[in-house]
Protein backbone atom coordinates (compact mmCIF):
# COMPACT_ATOMS: atom_id res chain seq x y z
CA UNK A 1 0.00 0.00 0.00
CA UNK A 2 1.27 3.84 -0.66
CA UNK A 3 0.58 6.43 1.32
CA UNK A 4 1.46 9.53 -0.51
CA UNK A 5 0.93 12.81 2.29
CA UNK A 6 0.40 15.96 0.53
CA UNK A 7 -0.12 19.41 1.78
CA UNK A 8 -4.04 20.05 1.73
CA UNK A 9 -6.78 19.22 -0.92
CA UNK A 10 -5.92 20.91 -3.90
CA UNK A 11 -2.89 18.46 -4.05
CA UNK A 12 -4.89 15.51 -2.80
CA UNK A 13 -7.22 16.21 -5.71
CA UNK A 14 -4.12 16.95 -8.61
CA UNK A 15 -2.18 13.83 -7.44
CA UNK A 16 -5.39 11.66 -7.80
CA UNK A 17 -6.06 13.04 -11.11
CA UNK A 18 -2.73 12.76 -12.38
CA UNK A 19 -2.88 9.17 -11.44
CA UNK A 20 -6.48 8.89 -13.43
CA UNK A 21 -5.02 10.72 -16.54
CA UNK A 22 -2.25 8.55 -16.72
CA UNK A 23 -4.16 5.81 -16.97
CA UNK A 24 -6.35 7.29 -19.67
CA UNK A 25 -3.49 7.97 -22.00
CA UNK A 26 -2.06 5.05 -21.17
CA UNK A 27 -5.34 2.99 -22.21
CA UNK A 28 -7.76 4.91 -23.48
CA UNK A 29 -10.81 2.93 -23.47
CA UNK A 30 -9.73 2.65 -19.89
CA UNK A 31 -12.45 1.44 -17.54
CA UNK A 32 -12.76 4.12 -14.54
CA UNK A 33 -14.76 3.17 -11.24
CA UNK A 34 -16.00 6.88 -9.60
CA UNK A 35 -17.21 8.06 -6.47
CA UNK A 36 -19.54 10.68 -5.47
CA UNK A 37 -19.14 13.18 -2.19
CA UNK A 38 -17.34 16.19 -1.45
CA UNK A 39 -14.01 14.10 -2.14
CA UNK A 40 -13.50 13.72 -5.42
CA UNK A 41 -14.83 16.56 -6.76
CA UNK A 42 -11.62 18.66 -6.64
CA UNK A 43 -10.07 15.22 -8.96
CA UNK A 44 -12.77 15.83 -11.20
CA UNK A 45 -12.09 19.60 -11.56
CA UNK A 46 -8.81 18.81 -12.51
CA UNK A 47 -9.57 15.83 -15.16
CA UNK A 48 -12.38 18.55 -16.67
CA UNK A 49 -9.42 21.11 -17.03
CA UNK A 50 -7.01 18.44 -18.15
CA UNK A 51 -9.47 17.00 -21.12
CA UNK A 52 -9.66 21.30 -21.62
CA UNK A 53 -6.13 22.00 -22.00
CA UNK A 54 -4.08 19.06 -22.19
CA UNK A 55 -6.58 16.93 -24.89
CA UNK A 56 -7.34 14.53 -22.21
CA UNK A 57 -9.67 12.24 -24.19
CA UNK A 58 -12.86 10.34 -22.71
CA UNK A 59 -14.02 9.46 -25.73
CA UNK A 60 -13.03 5.89 -25.20
CA UNK A 61 -13.65 5.53 -21.55
CA UNK A 62 -16.02 3.17 -19.88
CA UNK A 63 -17.53 4.31 -16.05
CA UNK A 64 -18.86 2.40 -13.34
CA UNK A 65 -19.65 4.37 -10.06
CA UNK A 66 -20.21 2.85 -6.75
CA UNK A 67 -23.04 3.43 -5.48
CA UNK A 68 -26.63 5.56 -5.71
CA UNK A 69 -29.23 6.48 -3.66
CA UNK A 70 -32.57 3.78 -3.41
CA UNK A 71 -35.57 5.43 -4.35
CA UNK A 72 -34.01 8.55 -5.96
CA UNK A 73 -34.91 9.11 -9.64
CA UNK A 74 -31.76 9.49 -11.87
CA UNK A 75 -32.71 13.26 -12.58
CA UNK A 76 -33.63 14.08 -8.25
CA UNK A 77 -31.10 16.58 -7.45
CA UNK A 78 -29.31 14.63 -4.89
CA UNK A 79 -29.08 11.35 -6.98
CA UNK A 80 -25.39 10.19 -8.04
CA UNK A 81 -26.55 9.96 -11.36
CA UNK A 82 -26.95 14.14 -11.31
CA UNK A 83 -23.99 14.50 -9.22
CA UNK A 84 -21.56 12.93 -12.07
CA UNK A 85 -23.32 14.40 -15.03
CA UNK A 86 -23.22 18.44 -13.33
CA UNK A 87 -19.45 17.44 -12.08
CA UNK A 88 -17.84 15.24 -14.62
CA UNK A 89 -19.85 13.86 -17.71
CA UNK A 90 -21.03 17.11 -18.93
CA UNK A 91 -17.63 18.66 -18.96
CA UNK A 92 -15.68 16.03 -20.63
CA UNK A 93 -16.14 13.86 -24.02
CA UNK A 94 -17.56 10.69 -22.77
CA UNK A 95 -20.15 9.06 -24.51
CA UNK A 96 -23.66 8.63 -22.16
CA UNK A 97 -23.71 5.01 -23.43
CA UNK A 98 -20.35 4.04 -21.36
CA UNK A 99 -21.57 5.35 -18.15
CA UNK A 100 -22.65 3.04 -15.52
CA UNK A 101 -24.43 4.32 -12.26
CA UNK A 102 -26.83 1.87 -10.28
CA UNK A 103 -30.28 2.61 -10.71
CA UNK A 104 -32.07 3.81 -7.95
CA UNK A 105 -35.29 3.10 -8.93
CA UNK A 106 -34.76 -0.46 -9.96
CA UNK A 107 -37.78 -2.65 -9.02
CA UNK A 108 -35.96 -6.05 -8.59
CA UNK A 109 -32.65 -4.78 -6.57
CA UNK A 110 -31.36 -8.53 -7.05
CA UNK A 111 -31.56 -9.15 -10.59
CA UNK A 112 -30.20 -5.22 -11.04
CA UNK A 113 -27.21 -5.49 -8.52
CA UNK A 114 -26.71 -9.40 -10.46
CA UNK A 115 -26.48 -7.51 -14.27
CA UNK A 116 -24.23 -4.55 -12.84
CA UNK A 117 -21.83 -7.13 -11.28
CA UNK A 118 -21.88 -8.88 -14.68
CA UNK A 119 -21.77 -5.65 -17.05
CA UNK A 120 -18.59 -4.92 -15.04
CA UNK A 121 -17.34 -8.53 -15.67
CA UNK A 122 -17.64 -8.35 -19.22
CA UNK A 123 -16.41 -4.98 -20.24
CA UNK A 124 -13.04 -6.36 -18.60
CA UNK A 125 -12.90 -5.22 -15.23
CA UNK A 126 -12.31 -1.59 -13.49
CA UNK A 127 -9.00 -0.87 -13.88
CA UNK A 128 -8.49 1.87 -11.47
CA UNK A 129 -11.20 2.72 -8.94
CA UNK A 130 -11.69 5.89 -7.27
CA UNK A 131 -12.64 6.32 -3.67
CA UNK A 132 -13.30 8.07 -0.68
CA UNK A 133 -13.88 7.11 2.71
CA UNK A 134 -16.90 7.63 5.42
CA UNK A 135 -16.10 9.01 8.81
CA UNK A 136 -17.05 5.18 9.89
CA UNK A 137 -14.42 3.78 7.27
CA UNK A 138 -16.94 3.17 4.72
CA UNK A 139 -15.87 2.17 0.97
CA UNK A 140 -19.14 3.02 -1.49
CA UNK A 141 -21.60 2.71 0.88
CA UNK A 142 -20.42 -0.54 2.95
CA UNK A 143 -20.99 0.84 6.18
CA UNK A 144 -19.65 -1.18 9.20
CA UNK A 145 -20.54 -5.48 9.36
CA UNK A 146 -20.45 -5.10 5.28
CA UNK A 147 -18.63 -8.56 4.49
CA UNK A 148 -15.51 -8.00 2.91
CA UNK A 149 -16.49 -10.27 -0.04
CA UNK A 150 -19.70 -8.73 -0.81
CA UNK A 151 -20.86 -7.83 -4.19
CA UNK A 152 -23.19 -5.17 -5.45
CA UNK A 153 -26.19 -5.11 -3.28
CA UNK A 154 -28.99 -2.87 -1.52
CA UNK A 155 -27.62 -0.85 1.96
CA UNK A 156 -29.20 0.38 5.22
CA UNK A 157 -27.08 3.55 5.45
CA UNK A 158 -26.08 4.17 9.32
CA UNK A 159 -27.44 6.89 10.79
CA UNK A 160 -23.85 8.72 10.89
CA UNK A 161 -23.80 8.08 6.93
CA UNK A 162 -27.19 9.93 7.28
CA UNK A 163 -26.29 12.58 9.45
CA UNK A 164 -22.77 13.45 7.32
CA UNK A 165 -24.53 13.37 3.67
CA UNK A 166 -27.59 15.39 5.02
CA UNK A 167 -25.93 18.30 4.42
CA UNK A 168 -26.58 18.10 0.57
CA UNK A 169 -30.41 17.84 1.30
CA UNK A 170 -32.98 20.49 2.18
CA UNK A 171 -33.74 17.99 5.65
CA UNK A 172 -32.14 15.34 7.58
CA UNK A 173 -35.68 13.04 7.06
CA UNK A 174 -34.78 13.70 3.25
CA UNK A 175 -32.06 11.73 3.25
CA UNK A 176 -32.71 7.94 1.69
CA UNK A 177 -32.47 5.04 4.18
CA UNK A 178 -30.87 2.71 1.54
CA UNK A 179 -28.47 2.67 -1.19
CA UNK A 180 -27.15 0.27 -3.82
CA UNK A 181 -23.60 -0.19 -3.37
CA UNK A 182 -20.94 -2.10 -5.05
CA UNK A 183 -19.48 -4.59 -2.34
CA UNK A 184 -16.34 -4.83 -0.56
CA UNK A 185 -15.14 -7.90 -2.51
CA UNK A 186 -16.38 -6.08 -6.27
CA UNK A 187 -13.83 -2.94 -5.13
CA UNK A 188 -10.95 -5.40 -4.45
CA UNK A 189 -11.85 -7.03 -7.66
CA UNK A 190 -10.41 -3.65 -9.65
CA UNK A 191 -6.75 -3.52 -10.78
CA UNK A 192 -5.95 -0.38 -8.94
CA UNK A 193 -7.48 1.55 -5.73
CA UNK A 194 -6.74 4.70 -5.10
CA UNK A 195 -8.41 6.36 -2.05
CA UNK A 196 -8.50 10.28 -1.30
CA UNK A 197 -8.82 11.31 2.29
CA UNK A 198 -8.53 14.62 3.35
CA UNK A 199 -9.23 17.02 6.31
CA UNK A 200 -9.34 16.36 10.40
CA UNK A 201 -12.73 14.65 10.19
CA UNK A 202 -11.08 11.71 8.55
CA UNK A 203 -7.88 11.27 10.35
CA UNK A 204 -9.73 8.41 12.59
CA UNK A 205 -11.09 6.56 9.85
CA UNK A 206 -7.61 6.77 7.77
CA UNK A 207 -5.58 5.52 10.89
CA UNK A 208 -8.08 2.39 11.51
CA UNK A 209 -7.86 1.72 7.65
CA UNK A 210 -4.16 2.13 6.87
CA UNK A 211 -2.82 0.78 10.43
CA UNK A 212 -5.81 -1.03 12.22
CA UNK A 213 -6.85 -4.40 11.67
CA UNK A 214 -8.31 -6.04 8.68
CA UNK A 215 -12.52 -6.25 9.74
CA UNK A 216 -15.73 -5.41 8.19
CA UNK A 217 -16.40 -2.97 10.84
CA UNK A 218 -14.00 -0.73 8.66
CA UNK A 219 -14.73 -1.97 5.55
CA UNK A 220 -11.74 0.46 4.60
CA UNK A 221 -9.50 -1.95 5.75
CA UNK A 222 -9.94 -4.55 3.74
CA UNK A 223 -7.62 -1.88 1.14
CA UNK A 224 -4.77 -3.90 2.94
CA UNK A 225 -5.70 -7.01 1.26
CA UNK A 226 -5.33 -5.56 -2.24
CA UNK A 227 -2.16 -5.40 -4.12
CA UNK A 228 -2.19 -2.32 -5.64
CA UNK A 229 -3.47 0.82 -3.88
CA UNK A 230 -2.37 4.30 -2.92
CA UNK A 231 -3.88 6.52 -0.54
CA UNK A 232 -3.85 9.98 -0.96
CA UNK A 233 -3.79 12.10 2.17
CA UNK A 234 -3.52 15.44 3.16
CA UNK A 235 -1.66 16.56 6.17
CA UNK A 236 -4.82 16.55 8.24
CA UNK A 237 -5.99 13.11 7.38
CA UNK A 238 -2.81 11.44 7.81
CA UNK A 239 -2.57 12.96 11.71
CA UNK A 240 -3.00 10.12 13.12
CA UNK A 241 -0.82 7.15 11.45
CA UNK A 242 2.31 6.28 13.60
CA UNK A 243 4.13 5.74 10.72
CA UNK A 244 3.48 8.85 8.72
CA UNK A 245 7.19 9.96 8.68
CA UNK A 246 7.85 6.34 7.14
CA UNK A 247 5.33 7.40 4.18
CA UNK A 248 7.22 10.14 3.46
CA UNK A 249 10.91 8.90 3.40
CA UNK A 250 9.15 6.09 1.48
CA UNK A 251 7.96 8.51 -1.13
CA UNK A 252 11.09 10.78 -1.00
CA UNK A 253 13.56 7.92 -2.13
CA UNK A 254 10.31 6.70 -4.75
CA UNK A 255 10.82 9.74 -6.90
CA UNK A 256 14.23 8.83 -7.84
CA UNK A 257 13.67 5.14 -8.56
CA UNK A 258 10.20 5.43 -9.90
CA UNK A 259 9.05 2.51 -11.80
CA UNK A 260 6.62 1.52 -13.92
CA UNK A 261 5.01 -1.24 -11.05
CA UNK A 262 3.92 1.55 -9.29
CA UNK A 263 0.63 3.36 -9.90
P1 LIG B 1 -17.27 12.78 1.43
O1 LIG B 1 -17.85 11.31 1.60
O2 LIG B 1 -16.33 12.74 0.27
O3 LIG B 1 -18.46 13.64 1.16
O4 LIG B 1 -16.58 13.11 2.71
C1 LIG B 1 -16.98 10.23 1.49
C2 LIG B 1 -17.72 8.92 1.70
O5 LIG B 1 -18.71 8.89 2.44
O6 LIG B 1 -17.30 7.92 1.11
Known amino acids: MRVVI????????KKAASIIAKEIRSKPNAILGLATGSTPLGTYKELIRMHKKENLDFSRVRTFNLDEYYGL????PQSYHRFMEENLFSKVNIKAANVHIPDGLTKDVGAFCRRYEEKIRRSGGIDIQLLGIGRDGHL???EPGSSLGSRTRLKTLTEETVRDNARFFSKTEDVPRLAITMGVGTILDARKLILIATGEAKAEAVRASIEGSVTAQVTASALQLHPSVICVLDEAASQLLTKRDYYKYVEKIAESVESEARI
Do not use: E, L, M
Open 140 to 142: GFN
Open 6 to 13: VSDYDSAS
Open 73 to 76: APNH
